[in-house]
């Protein structure tokens, strides 16, 4: 079965700092891996995905995330965080040999303080 | 603009009674589904489809119930059935494929009182 966990439920950072919001997943296959963006009362935003190839991927925002296969992560990470960045964040993970329903993390939310 | 859109915004519903949330979508998707938000849980997927007049259920599909007659629309209706319906549901499509990500409404949050 696949799942996918973040492991804080919070994150703080102060404006202009690095952020990385963390993930890390189970699959019995390759993956395919996407970050989300939620504001409140809003429905989620896509901001990038590792399907194959490279394995930093850079997406909306200024985001990017790094995928290591060996340690079955895909951490979130920004150079430098904007109060406007502060929202809830989910990771996704879609199982290459099952291929249909995506899986989602529990969400993790970054506080970025002016 | 392509999009979804879902609605009711808001919806206020007395115990007992049924009520159907409407998905539509004209980003010409074949896949739809519909997750259910809880505070703490992240999104459980309840029902998806990913073609006309087929549907499957998902995690949590017990006392909901959907359609597919046409590949725009995808209406949700959450029965008496449902033991705890208060939560946030949004809607979801995604192209054909295993590579597609999801694009979402902006939810629906239901409220029983």
């Known amino acids: 079965a696949q799942s996918v966990a973040q492991p804080e439920d919070q994150v703080n950072v102060a404006e202009g700092n690095p952020l990385t919001v963390k993930c890390t997943y189970s699959?019995?296959?390759?993956?395919?891996l996407f970050w989300y963006v939620q504001y409140p009362n809003r429905g989620l935003q896509f901001l990038l995905k590792?399907?194959?190839?490279?394995?930093l991927v850079k997406g909306s925002y200024g985001f990017e995330a790094e995928f290591n296969k060996s340690q079955t992560s895909f951490h979130l990470k920004k150079p430098s965080a904007l109060v406007s960045d502060s929202a809830l964040y989910f990771c996704?993970?879609?199982?290459?040999?099952?291929?249909?329903?995506?899986?989602f993390g529990p969400g993790t939310r970054l506080s970025v303080l002016p | 603009d392509g999009g979804i859109t879902q609605s009711p915004k808001y919806l206020f519903r007395k115990e007992g009674q049924n009520v159907t949330l409407s998905c539509e979508q004209n980003?010409?998707?074949?896949?739809m589904y519909w997750y259910r938000q809880d505070p703490g849980q992240g999104l459980r997927l309840i029902y998806y489809?990913?073609?006309?007049?087929?549907?499957q259920k998902g995690d949590i599909a017990e006392g909901y119930s959907v359609s597919r007659e046409k590949k725009e629309s995808f209406p949700l209706t959450v029965t008496s059935a449902q033991k705890n319906p208060t939560a946030f549901y949004l809607c979801a499509s995604s192209m054909e494929g295993r590579t597609g990500e999801l694009f979402f409404g902006e939810g629906s949050r239901l409220t029983v009182l």
């Open positions: 980003l010409n998707h074949d896949a």
């Open positions: 590792y399907i194959t190839g490279d394995n």
């Open positions: 996704a993970v879609r199982d290459f040999l099952l291929g249909q329903n995506f899986v």
């Open positions: 489809s990913q073609i006309v007049n087929d549907f």
């Open positions: 699959v019995s296959g390759n993956p395919y």
